[in-house]
């Protein structure tokens, strides 16, 4: 397919390749889970069933993707460690976050009547991920030791903490006015520890999952990640925090996030989607991004075609501290949960019939032009596919084989390409334009409201989120949005 002149953007994609032979593990955390479990009324201090809802989508994760070898979870957190030779997604972090992430976010929600029958998924359930780069074995095995001691004081604290409540008859703060215990809770550049006022309880654990007794009874473990040479007691959780692959975005930049489909050509088959187009499933795109933007307030813009979408952060913006991996993974995770949860909506009559998942990248964009260009490079990208698409499509219908279209079609330029079309019967520019252009998703002031016939301030404006399918490369559509690249 032909180039465009807007090409050059890629070349601020940056790589984040984790190198050989650090093994990968991925840590998922849910997303303020603590009012999700209000919300969905958790037993407390632990429900029984929503950790096996985890255990089963972590079961979910690992069939999924055969190079982890080892995951490790509790509450609402999971850990997924992968094989030392592992080359998933070229071990690009971005790429192994977001795809685990959005895996175990989709099948968390489709999984959730299974377990939760006679309760309602009130609203999408997210989770943020990160990658930890670990050097050595002696690393893994200091992080999976830290968070099984993380598990236990947790859950002897919240153990605690319920039964003076439910019956001791004492209020939450009172009851964490008992806990307060001194704890050690980080160390000193010379190894002395130091100590801080803390409300939770700490606890010599039985079982050890970093313990050789453990560990070196599976062979398989041994074999994809390595024999631990000695049993450890303690750990010291600022080490093993310098082992996370944290990427800073740069600040006073444009942050655009890029979802994209997983295998959404098997998906869409599996799916029975109308080619080339299918209209419901660009609607439930659109959908999703609709709920990101109103979201992550922070987001000014976003652009989507087919099984991908770009979400737009303003320049200055703070979100997360402007860690990628954060603001990549949540918008991820949130992004997969609302298309599992509203699958219904668009396709009432057809069950969905394995979990869909996206993977994301941040870049940075250091200019309203450049960003610009980008957003450009996609919408030519959009008509250049969509066009090509058509006519396959089109030849397809008409007896030939996929083969034989795409050897037809091979070396045509557009003029071709419209011609063929109208030898269908088909003009192009009459097909319906969010084909043709893909959808614009953004915070839209509405109405203004006059007060006393003042200037209104922006807490008078109605915000609201809208859609429009338009050309976004020719100036006058900024020209008519202004407030968009000047949020």
């Known amino acids: 397919m032909a180039n465009s002149k807007y090409e050059y953007v890629k070349s601020y994609g940056v790589e984040d390749e984790i190198f050989l032979p650090n093994l990968i593990v991925v840590r998922i955390d849910g997303c303020d889970f603590q009012r999700f479990a209000e919300m969905h009324e958790f037993e407390k201090p632990n429900d029984e069933v929503a950790l096996n809802l985890m255990n089963s989508s972590a079961v979910s994760v690992s069939e999924e993707f055969p190079d982890i070898v080892f995951s490790y979870?509790?509450?609402d957190e999971y850990s997924f460690v992968f094989k030392k030779t592992s080359k998933f997604h070229q071990r690009r972090a971005s790429k192994v976050e977001s795809i685990i992430v959005s895996f175990f976010s989709s099948v968390y929600v489709m999984k959730w009547r299974e377990f939760f029958p006679h309760k309602e998924l009130r609203y999408p359930p997210s989770f943020c991920a990160k990658v930890i780069s670990c050097g050595a074995i002696y690393v893994l095995q200091s992080y999976l030791l830290w968070r099984q001691n993380d598990c236990h004081t947790n859950n002897l604290c919240n153990t605690c903490l319920w039964e003076l409540i439910i019956k001791g008859g004492k209020t939450e703060s009172e009851a964490l006015e008992l806990l307060k215990v001194i704890d050690v809770v980080k160390h000193n550049e010379n190894g002395s520890p130091v100590r801080r006022l803390r409300k939770k309880l700490r606890i010599v654990h039985s079982k050890?999952?970093?313990?050789?007794?453990f560990w070196n009874k599976h062979k398989c473990l041994r074999n994809e990640l390595g024999s631990f040479s000695k049993d450890i007691?303690?750990?010291?959780p600022d080490f093993l925090k310098s082992f996370q692959f944290e990427?800073?975005?740069?600040?006073?930049?444009?942050?655009v996030i890029r979802i994209d489909g997983c295998h959404f050509h098997r998906f869409s088959d599996v799916h029975e989607f109308v080619k080339p187009n299918d209209e419901q499933a660009l609607k439930l795109m659109n959908s999703c991004a609709v709920a990101v933007v109103k979201e992550f307030q922070d987001t000014v813009f976003a652009y989507g075609v087919s099984d991908e979408y770009s979400f737009v952060l303003k320049k200055d913006s703070q979100f997360y501290q402007r860690r990628a991996s954060k603001i990549v993974s949540v918008m991820v995770s949130l992004f997969t949960s609302m298309y599992t949860m509203k699958w219904k909506d668009f396709f009432p009559e057809r069950d969905l019939k394995y979990p869909p998942y996206f993977d994301g990248r941040a870049v940075c964009y250091p200019s309203s032009e450049i960003l610009r260009d980008y957003l450009a490079w996609r919408q030519v990208d959009?008509?250049?596919?969509?066009?090509?698409?058509?006519?396959?499509?089109q030849l397809v219908k008409s007896g030939k084989s996929k083969s034989e279209a795409q050897n037809f079609l091979k070396g045509t330029?557009?003029?071709?390409?419209?011609?063929?079309?109208k030898q269908f019967g088909i003009d192009y520019s009459k097909l319906p334009v969010m084909f043709r252009q893909g959808s614009s998703t953004f915070w839209d002031k509405g109405d203004i409201i006059m007060i006393n016939n003042n200037k209104p301030s922006d807490e008078n404006s109605q915000n609201k989120v809208v859609i429009e399918h338009c050309n976004i490369i020719e100036s006058s559509f900024w020209c008519a949005h202004p407030t968009i690249l000047n949020a």
Request: proline share 2%.
């Open 73 to 75: 979870g509790f509450s």
């Open 208 to 213: 050890n999952i970093a313990g050789i007794s």
């Open 233 to 236: 007691a303690k750990v010291e």
């Open 247 to 255: 990427k800073r975005l740069m600040p006073s930049t444009w942050i």
């Open 382 to 393: 959009c008509h250049i596919n969509n066009q090509y698409n058509t006519c396959f499509w």
């Open 413 to 421: 330029l557009a003029g071709d390409k419209d011609k063929l079309l």
